[in-house]
C-alpha cells in the first residue's frame, strides 16, 4: 500500500510532503521529549525491526499472502510519536533505497500508512482499553480493533489522496477500503498475537504502562 | 503487498564501477529526484516530455553500465501500479491518456531511484544526504536502521528457517497467528539490541551527539557540476518547451 | 613493575545490585598493574559481564570504589575513563553501529574531539594493527565473523586506550579466526583485562588469571597454576578440554 509516483496530484503531493514534514517535525520533539536524547539507537532498531517484521508474510487465503504493515502495532508498542516516527524512517528508506513507494508520494504514504495508523491506532487503543474493563481479553480485543480500524482508515486515506483531483476516480474507494477490510483482518491477527506474546515474556517493554491487564502485571513482578 | 523487500544484489551492483557511480551522491541525488518532480508535473499529452525524461534514464541505466536483466527485475514492483494504470481507459473518461501519464510516471519514478540506488552504495547515499543538510536526527536513524536491518534480516531468516524445520506451512489467514511469538520474538531481541549498542557507544565516549559521518571526504568536482547543470538545462527545456 | 606508577586498575569491595535487586558482585576487590593481562573465569551468572561493565563507568558500585589509572570511576571522570579503558563486547554486531568499518572506527575518536586528521591516522592505524588494512571502507554486514570481531576491537583500539577490556573473546569465533584474533591481543601492549569461559585462550594470553564466582573472587593467581588446581575447577563449574595438556611457559 505504498503510493509510487504519479498517483498523487501535483498539488496533493506538495500539500502532504509539508504536512508530512511537519508531522515528523512534530514527532522528533515529542520523541525528544520522552525518550533520553541519547536512545536514539533504540530508534533505529525499533525503525529496523518494523522494516523486518513487514518481511514476514501471513496467508490470507489459498496461495495468497500479505505481510503486516505494523503501524498500530507500532504505536501501541513504542508510544504514537516514536512509532510515527519509525515508520517515517522505513517509508523514507523503502523510497530511496528501493524504489517502493514514490519520493513525491512520501509524504501521503508517511501520514496515511505511518502516522495514521501509528497515533490513530495508538489513541484508539488508548480510548478502547480505557472503557473496556481490565482484562488481558479485552485488551488483546482492543489492540485486534486499533489494527482493523486503521488499516482501513489508512486505505481510506490512501484512496483519497490519490483520487483527490488525481488520476484515480472514486471507483477505487470501495475497492481499496474493500480489500483492507479483509488485510485489516490479518493485521489484527498478527498485531494481536505479537502484543500477547510480548505481554507473556517482557510487559515491561510495552509504552503503555498504566494500562496492562491485571494477569499480565502480576507475571511480570514473578518475572522480576 | 507480499514480496519481499530485498532486491537481490542492489549492493553488489553500487559497489560498481562507472562515470555514474563515480558521480558525488549529492549530484544524483539532487538530479535525480529534480527529475522525477518535473516527470510528476506533467499533464497528460505532453508524450514528447515523458518521452524525453524516459530516454535520458536509459542513457543513465547505459552509462552507470547497469544490467537490463537487474533494472527489470527490480522494476517489477510497479507491475500492480500498471495493472491500476491500465485499467483506466475502461473506466474514467479520457482514461487512456490518464492510464499512460501515470504508467510513465511511476515508470520514471521508479526507474529513477532504482538508477539512484544501484550507482551508489547506501553509506555514500547517507552521508550525500547528510551534506544536503538532510535532519541529523533523521540520517543517525536511517543510518541505525540500514544497519540493523541486515542484522535483523538474518534474524528472520534463521527464526523461518527453524519454524519450517518444525514442518510449518500456513495457508490460512487463521494459522497466521503463529506469526505473532516470532515478530514479538523479533521485537524484544531489536530492544535488547538497541540497549546493547547504547552501551557499546557510550563506552567509546558517545554523549547524545552523533558525529558527523566523515570517514570518507568528498568535494564537488567539475563533472559534478558538469552533470548537474546538463540536467538542470534538459529538465527545465523538457518542461518549458514540450508540453 | 616499579609500584611508582598508580595500578591500572584497582577495585575495593566492590558490590553490585541490579535494579530488580539481583546481588551480582558482592565484595569484589582486584589489583591489576599496568601492562598485566588478567583473564577473568567463572560460570555463568558468575558476574564476570558486571564486572567489565564497572571497568568504565557503564555500571556504578553500590558499594565499594573503583579506579583506574588513579582516576576514580564516577560520573565525574567518565570522559577521561572511557578513553582509557576499551571495552570490546561480546557481540560483535553490538559495537560496529556504523554505516561502513572506517565509521565505526572513527566513531570513538570522533567523541574524543581529535581534528579530522587525527581521526584518519588512528583509523588506518586501528585498522592495519588488526590486519584489516584496506577495509575501512565496507560495510559490516559484508564481514566474516571473525573479521566482525577485529573491526570491533579496532574501533576500541583506535581511541588509544591503556586498558582494554575483552568480554568472551573467543566467543564463536572459528578455529582459525580464534587463533589469528589470540595472535592480535598477545601483540598488543595494553593491560588486558579478558572474561572468558575458554580455559586455553586464558592461558595462551594471560599470565594471571582471577576465579570469579557468586559475586566474589574465588582464586587468584598464576593461569597456570589455576589451570593445574582440577578441584578448583570442579567447583566453580570450569573445564579445559577433554586431552588438554598445560604447556608451562
Given at each position: 500500500m505504498h503510493i509510487p509516483d504519479g498517483l498523487v496530484d501535483p498539488a496533493t503531493a506538495v500539500v502532504t510532503t509539508a504536512v508530512g514534514a511537519g508531522l515528523v517535525a512534530y514527532a522528533l520533539k515529542k520523541s525528544r521529549e520522552t525518550l533520553d536524547d541519547r536512545r536514539i539507537p533504540i530508534v533505529g532498531l525499533t525503525a529496523a525491526f518494523v522494516f523486518a517484521a513487514q518481511m514476514v508474510t501471513f496467508p490470507i487465503a489459498g496461495g495468497t499472502s500479505a505481510h503486516l504493515l505494523g503501524g498500530a502495532m507500532a504505536g501501541i508498542l513504542l508510544g504514537p510519536w516514536l512509532g510515527g516516527l519509525a515508520m517515517t524512517v522505513v517509508y523514507l528508506v523503502q523510497a530511496i533505497?528501493?524504489?517502493?513507494?514514490g519520493i513525491t508520494a512520501l509524504g501521503a504514504n508517511v501520514i496515511a500508512v505511518g502516522f495514521l495508523p501509528a497515533v490513530g491506532g495508538y489513541y484508539l487503543f488508548r480510548v478502547l482499553t480505557r472503557i473496556l474493563s481490565a482484562t488481558r481479553m479485552s485488551y488483546l480485543g482492543s489492540v485486534a480493533a486499533a489494527s482493523w480500524a486503521t488499516t482501513v482508515a489508512a486505505s481510506a486515506l490512501v484512496a483519497t489522496f490519490i483520487s483527490f483531483g488525481g488520476?484515480?476516480?472514486?471507483?477505487a474507494f470501495p475497492i481499496m477500503i474493500g480489500v483492507h477490510a479483509v488485510v485489516g483482518f490479518g493485521e489484527a491477527v498478527i498485531s494481536t498475537s505479537v502484543i500477547a506474546a510480548i505481554l507473556g515474556t517482557r510487559p515491561d517493554l510495552i509504552f503503555d504502562q498504566d494500562r496492562l491487564p491485571e494477569p499480565a502485571a502480576q507475571s511480570s513482578e514473578e518475572v522480576a | 503487498m507480499g514480496s519481499g523487500h530485498h532486491g537481490g544484489g542492489v549492493e553488489a551492483v553500487a559497489a560498481g564501477d562507472s562515470p555514474m557511480h563515480r558521480l558525488d551522491p549529492r549530484a544524483k541525488i539532487v538530479g535525480l529526484i529534480g527529475l522525477v518532480i518535473v516527470a510528476v508535473s506533467l499533464p497528460p499529452g505532453a508524450w514528447t516530455a515523458f518521452a524525453s525524461i524516459l530516454a535520458i534514464l536509459v542513457g543513465l541505466v547505459i552509462i552507470a553500465r547497469l544490467r537490463p536483466p537487474y533494472v527489470l527485475r527490480r522494476m517489477t514492483i510497479e507491475i500492480p501500479f500498471l495493472i491500476a494504470a491500465a485499467m483506466l481507459p475502461f473506466t474514467v473518461e479520457d482514461g487512456l491518456a490518464l492510464g499512460a501519464a501515470v504508467g510513465l510516471k511511476v515508470t520514471i519514478g521508479v526507474l529513477a531511484m532504482v538508477i539512484l540506488s544501484s550507482t551508489t552504495p547506501f553509506p555514500r547515499l547517507l552521508r550525500g544526504f547528510e551534506l544536503l543538510k538532510a535532519p541529523r536526527l533523521i540520517t543517525v536513524i536511517v543510518a541505525f536502521m540500514w544497519r540493523y536491518l541486515h542484522v535483523l534480516g538474518e534474524e528472520v531468516s534463521r527464526m523461518k528457517r527453524a519454524r519450517e524445520a518444525r514442518g510449518y506451512s500456513a495457508n490460512w489467514l487463521?494459522?497466521?497467528?503463529?506469526t505473532g511469538p516470532l515478530i514479538a520474538t523479533l521485537f524484544i531481541r531489536s530492544l535488547e539490541r538497541g540497549e546493547r549498542v547504547y552501551l557499546a557507544m557510550a563506552s567509546r565516549g558517545y554523549e547524545g551527539s552523533m558525529p558527523t559521518m566523515a570517514a570518507e571526504r568528498m568535494a564537488i568536482r567539475t563533472r559534478d557540476l558538469a552533470f548537474l547543470s546538463t540536467f538542470a538545462i534538459a529538465l527545465a527545456s523538457i518542461r518549458i518547451l514540450l508540453p | 613493575m616499579t609500584g611508582a606508577s598508580p595500578p591500572a586498575i584497582e577495585l575495593t569491595d566492590v558490590h553490585y545490585s541490579y535494579?530488580?535487586?539481583?546481588?551480582?558482585?558482592r565484595g569484589v576487590s582486584l589489583w591489576v598493574e599496568a601492562g598485566e593481562r588478567v583473564a577473568v573465569l567463572g560460570p555463568n551468572g558468575a558476574g564476570k559481564s558486571t564486572l567489565c561493565l564497572q571497568l568504565n563507568g557503564i555500571l556504578e558500585p553500590t558499594r565499594g570504589s573503583v579506579s583506574v589509572c588513579g582516576i576514580a570511576v564516577g560520573k565525574k571522570h567518565l570522559k577521561e575513563i572511557r578513553k582509557r579503558v576499551g571495552v570490546v563486547f561480546q557481540d560483535p554486531d553490538d559495537m560496529l553501529f556504523m554505516p561502513t568499518v572506517a565509521q565505526d572506527i572513527a566513531f570513538g575518536p570522533s567523541n574524543l574531539g581529535l581534528s579530522e586528521k587525527d581521526i584518519h591516522a588512528r583509523v588506518e592505524g586501528a585498522l592495519s594493527a588488526v590486519g584489516l588494512a584496506g577495509m575501512g571502507a565496507r560495510s559490516p554486514h559484508h564481514l566474516s565473523y571473525g573479521q566482525k570481531k577485529k573491526a570491533a576491537t579496532a574501533a576500541v583500539l583506535s581511541m588509544e586506550p591503556e586498558i582494554l577490556v575483552l568480554d568472551e573473546?573467543?566467543?564463536?569465533?572459528d578455529p582459525r579466526a580464534r587463533r589469528e584474533f589470540g595472535g592480535i591481543l598477545a601483540g598488543l601492549s595494553q593491560t588486558i583485562v579478558m572474561v572468558t569461559h575458554d580455559l586455553p585462550y586464558a592461558h595462551e594470553i594471560c599470565e594471571r588469571s582471577v576465579v570469579i564466582d557468586g559475586g566474589r573472587i574465588a582464586a587468584d593467581g598464576p593461569t597456570s597454576d589455576i589451570l593445574g588446581d582440577a578441584g578448583l575447577l570442579a567447583a566453580h563449574d570450569l573445564e579445559l578440554p577433554h586431552g588438554y595438556v598445560m604447556d608451562h611457559h
Open positions: 533505497g528501493f524504489a517502493d513507494g488520476p484515480l476516480p472514486l471507483i | 487463521w494459522q497466521a497467528t503463529s | 535494579p530488580d535487586g539481583h546481588n551480582a558482585l573473546p573467543s566467543a564463536s569465533l
